[in-house]
């Protein structure tokens, strides 16, 4: 390998990228001086995400003492470095503060005071990086918190991790430094060559390259000869690229110096190159010999606007503003402040951002320096743009997608692949902002990204609910029809007769209780009112009562009969007949009863009051018998029909009972249709009708606390207002007219309207109604057969009233109307 | 004559031949589904909003699909009716958001904890299962899961829930559109505090 030194003689070969600019360098205001040493801030402000990556998290508190070079937050995962205190002094506090970031938002950042005594933690150089291994050498890195100085900030210890399969042909030190302005890379190597030298051994250690090129511009003759000697003897070779910008490109300079082109969307790690920034090299060699971790960068502070511009060997979190003071900013002549080069850095809008990683240059420049730029002017297609692309894209065609938001065709046109270097903007007759425009479309092209797997993952969700939900209801349906079944088969299993007899005596023992309950409360009110039937009324009370109790005995009895005897029931005719015959002559005798004690007690006979309780009794007996009567009859409905008078109202009834039974087959499908229209229309009338109230309301919130001085908004929002509510009117109305038309569809199928099926079953409750009121208006003083007919046709009422309230009801279900009855 | 007997009994054999290879790949190659519903649940949000009047996205992309209008989805925006537009072959149409400020504004819902009553009705409206909680204890919103539908403010009894815009973070800033032509690029900013 002693041929190297020869080797370097001859023009080394260096290939060409297309396009490129070639921008005032305005490097020698600021690399004449020697690198300086910075300020000593009052306070320190150390950003968590000066890196590219995940932000480290800290392991400091506030108030906490730290020595210099001490950790303070620790990298999570696996793109991330630590952070370190860059002096001694005391955590003051852990919050937002304004960070590097073109959008000027605040960051999360950990601020100390230095005390001034810039004492260092104890320091563990490594004298023999072989005895750490490749393993350890990395874990060593990430520790020390190196990250790229170059300007993205990449974690060191994660580009210098490869996969098993990887091997290294090149390994590139970018020393190119092509932005104008900057001279922070060239000042470092005239100084630290050897220094620098030392980090590009331990790089070769750790990579294995095939060959090591160190890439600097011909503009730099004093770098090139100070790399040159440090480099002398070694297996580095020290290429010289001619001055263009952007050839400090990482994929330029790889296409400069092997004249391989890194493929779209591919790292180019995966070419067998990696690239690492001179600043960076010197870095590694700081935390790996000196035990130094990454607390402090060369930065040159550069512009009109400063009197002494140089390099400053910055504390990292060291304020903008107290470096520009440190170079002696003249505040009235500064016009505008960039971070980075002219070429790629961004203004920023606080001086108090710090100075992190990535800050190799300050720009104060005066408005005459860097003017504002002129307005935007229309495109000309020229094409200058599509030749200074070194990435050969087509920088007017992207132009045109970008502004036209159409950026699936820009995308195609590779919009992805610019390096957002300015040479485009640089060139353009036009002003045309390019970059602004390719930044925008790839930040919206990155944020429909963002939202397409939001949009898919809420579409899993989604369907993973619907289905849960589904699976829900069909269990709860299952469940239901076991719990039938079962009552089914027991049913069947128990004799059918018993059960009809036991229902019966069911219901007899309910009337009887109800009957003596209201004769107790007609007694109590008769007591109060001091009439003087009041003791006899408590006797009925007393009578009913003791029929009451007889019922439920005999209603135990059966129940405990019924399992083991299922006796048959007589046949309910013949059982029916003879129970009338013994109703009427019971209330025959009753009446005959009162009718004689009344007459003796018109005459004050002593023993009307012996009469009147006889008549008592018989009264009971005739009730007792009545209610068997009734329970024999509503055992056997038929014969109830038969019994009961005929009416207008019951004539309906077996008609609504046939459309209804007719319905079902009318149209499901439509039916179904309609219901599903039925369920959209009102969440959208829900929807607008909500939207509606919180317009309202933020219209009131605005009229209270605005007041007169804000009428344009008020009126506006009033705007709002009404037309929401007019929204909100229309669903109503589609509403009410599909309603309509399920309705017409219930007359359809029904031969009535809704209206007319609420109707009768309304008219059908308060005939019944009415009946049940007369029933027991008569039942102390008509005769038994009137009662009779009475209860008979109470009975029939009461079925017809039932048959209607089904109709309805199923109607309604039929047409999906159900919430809307409600 | 012979000949154009031929010809047509050549004719109808191919008929028969081809309508016979028609019927068999109909049958063979039958299409489950409908694709093109498929297409358009892809392109519609996934908020399950409602506010097109439908009860969540893939019933209103059927709807679509039988001919409704493809311009009633305000979470979308414009993009999604153009992106409707282009897969149906139809007309871009105006967004029928109804002038809504903040159609296609991307929200979040929030609930304020200590007001939360623990209810669960929220929970139960979620169309996207995005809040957590139990009864009797404090629900909230998985922001990240979060569609900013506002089906939860509506239920909750306590009106403890707003919908907040989704505050910008360093991860999801970008770069605006610049001004345009005949504007500066980029307004100078003071610097102040020197």
């Given amino acids: 390998m002693f041929g190297l030194f020869g080797k370097a003689r001859p023009p080394a070969p260096v290939f060409d990228f297309p396009g490129g600019v070639h921008p005032p360098q305005h490097k020698g205001r600021s690399n004449g001086t020697p690198i300086q040493p910075g300020p000593l801030p009052a306070q320190l402000v150390l950003p968590l995400n000066m890196h590219l990556g995940a932000p480290a998290k800290p392991c400091v508190a506030e108030g906490d003492r730290v020595l210099k070079g001490e950790k303070i937050a620790e990298p999570v995962g696996a793109v991330s470095a630590a952070l370190h205190a860059p002096t001694s002094g005391t955590v003051v506090a852990i919050g937002p503060r304004p960070i590097q970031h073109p959008s000027g938002m605040d960051a ?74 900057i001279t922070a890379d060239d000042r470092l190597m005239r100084e630290r060559a050897d220094e620098i030298a030392g980090g590009i051994r331990l790089l070769q250690y750790l990579l294995n390259p095939q060959h090591t090129l160190i890439g600097i511009e011909d503009n730099k003759p004093e770098a090139i000869a100070a790399m040159r000697a440090a480099c002398a003897g070694s297996d580095m070779e020290v290429r010289v690229v001619p001055t263009k910008y952007p050839s400090g490109g990482e994929k330029q300079l790889i296409q400069l110096l092997t004249g391989k082109e890194v493929p779209s969307g591919a790292l180019p790690a995966q070419c067998g190159v990696v690239c690492q920034n001179v600043g960076t090299a010197w870095a590694i060699k700081r935390a790996v010999h000196d035990g130094e971790p990454l607390i402090r960068r060369v930065t040159t502070v550069t512009g009109d606007a400063v009197a002494r511009p140089g390099n400053y060997e910055t504390l990292l979190g060291t304020p903008v503003r107290d470096l520009l003071r440190h170079a002696g900013v003249d505040g009235e002549r500064l016009g505008r402040l960039v971070m980075g080069g002219p070429m790629m850095g961004f203004t920023l809008h606080d001086p108090a951002v710090p100075v992190v990683k990535t800050s190799n240059c300050l720009i104060a420049a005066t408005l005459e320096e860097l003017p504002e730029p002129p307005p935007e002017q229309a495109c000309i297609r020229c094409g200058a743009c599509a030749e200074s692309c070194p990435a050969s894209l087509l ?140 003791a006899e009324l408590r006797a009925r009370a007393d009578q009913l009562k003791a029929e009451a109790d007889r019922l439920k005995a005999e209603l135990r009895d059966a129940k ?166 007019a929204k909100a009117d229309h669903c109503r109305d589609a509403l009410n ?27 059908a409750e308060t005939a019944l109604r009415q009946k049940a009121d007369e029933l027991a208006r008569l039942r102390d003083t008509a005769d038994a057969d009137t009662l009779e007919t009475l209860d008979g046709e109470l009975r029939a009422l009461d079925e017809e009233a039932q048959v209607a309230r089904r109709a309805l009801k199923q109607a309604v279900q039929e047409q999906g109307l159900v919430e809307d009855d409600q | 004559m012979t000949t154009v007997l031929i010809a047509i009994a050549a004719l109808l054999a ?129 922001a990240d899961e979060c569609t900013g539908c506002d089906l939860c403010v509506e239920p909750c009894p306590v009106d403890c829930i707003d ?26 900013i003071e610097v102040v505090n020197l």
């Fill in chain 1, 395 to 534: 920088p007017q065609q992207l132009y045109w997608y970008a502004k036209s938001d159409d950026f699936e065709r820009a995308q195609r046109h590779d919009l992805m692949d610019c390096i957002e270097c300015g040479a485009c903007a640089y060139v353009c007759p036009s002003h045309i902002p390019l970059v602004q425009y390719y930044r925008y479309a790839k930040g919206e092209i990155r944020h429909q990204a963002a939202e397409q797997l939001k949009a898919d993952r809420a579409r899993e969700r989604f369907e993973a609910r619907q289905a849960r939900l589904e699976k829900e209801r069909e269990e709860k349906e299952a469940r239901r029809r076991a719990r039938l079944e079962a009552n089914r088969q027991k049913q069947a299993a128990a004799p059918a007769g018993d059960d009809r007899r036991l229902a019966d005596l069911k219901k007899a023992v309910g009337k009887a209780s109800s009957a003596y309950k209201a004769a107790v409360k007609a007694a109590k009110t008769a007591e109060a009112q001091e009439t003087d039937n009041a």
């Fill in chain 1, 108 to 181: 999360l950042c950990i601020v100390m005071e230095p005390d001034g005594e810039d004492r260092w933690i104890e320091r563990r150089p490594v004298a023999d990086p072989a005895a750490l291994g490749p393993d350890g050498l990395v874990a060593l890195l990430r520790e020390a918190g190196v990250a790229g100085l170059g300007g993205a900030g990449f974690p060191t210890a994660v580009k210098v991790t490869l996969g098993d399969q990887q091997r290294v042909e090149q390994l590139i030190i970018n020393a190119v430094e092509c932005e104008p302005y």
């Fill in chain 2, 14 to 142: 191919l008929a028969a031949v081809f309508g016979a290879a028609l019927g068999f790949a109909s049958e063979k190659f039958k299409v489950e589904g409908d694709p093109i519903v498929d297409q358009i649940d892809a392109l519609l949000p996934q908020t399950q909003c409602g506010q097109c009047g439908h009860p969540g996205c893939r019933p209103y992309a059927e709807a679509i699909a039988e001919g409704e209008e493809h311009n009633r989805c305000p979470p979308g925006g414009e993009t999604t009716v153009e992106a409707l537009a282009d897969l149906l072959g139809r007309e871009v149409l105006p967004l029928d958001d109804d002038g809504a400020e903040d159609a296609g504004e991307d929200r979040v819902a929030f609930i304020r904890e200590d007001e939360c009553i623990g209810c669960t009705k929220c929970i139960q409206a979620c169309p996207v299962d995005a809040i957590v909680g139990a009864a009797k204890q404090m629900h909230t919103v998985i």
């Fill in chain 1, 560 to 725: 405990a009969g019924a399992p083991a005897a299922g006796a048959p029931v007589p046949a309910p005719t013949d059982l029916l007949a003879d129970l009338k015959k013994a109703v009427g002559e019971a209330s025959g005798a009753y009446k005959a009863a009162v009718k004689a004690a009344k007459a003796a007690e018109a005459e004050g006979t002593d023993n009307a009051h012996d009469l009147r309780a006889k008549a008592d009794t018989l009264k009971a007996e005739a009730d007792r018998l009545k209610a068997e009567l009734r329970d024999a009859k509503a055992a056997n409905p038929g014969a109830v029909v038969k019994l009961a008078p005929t009416g207008k109202a019951q004539d309906n009834a077996p008609a609504t009972g046939d459309a209804t039974t007719s319905a079902p087959e009318a149209d499901p499908e439509a039916a179904a249709k309609r219901q599903k229209r039925l369920k959209a229309l009102k969440t959208a009338y829900n929807m607008a009708h909500k939207q509606y109230k919180e317009a309202h309301a933020a219209l009131e919130r605005t009229e209270r606390d605005a007041g007169d001085d804000d009428r344009e908004r008020l009126d506006a929002l009033a705007a709002k207002v009404d037309k929401l509510k």
């Fill in chain 2, 163 to 188: 919908m907040l815009p989704r505050a910008t973070t360093l991860a999801t800033w970008s770069w605006d559109r610049p001004a345009g032509i005949g504007r500066r690029p980029e307004e100078r």
């Fill in chain 1, 737 to 763: 007219a599909l309603v309509e038309e399920a309705k017409a569809d219930i007359r359809a199928h029904t031969g009535k309207d809704l209206k007319t099926l609420k109707l009768e079953a309304a008219r």
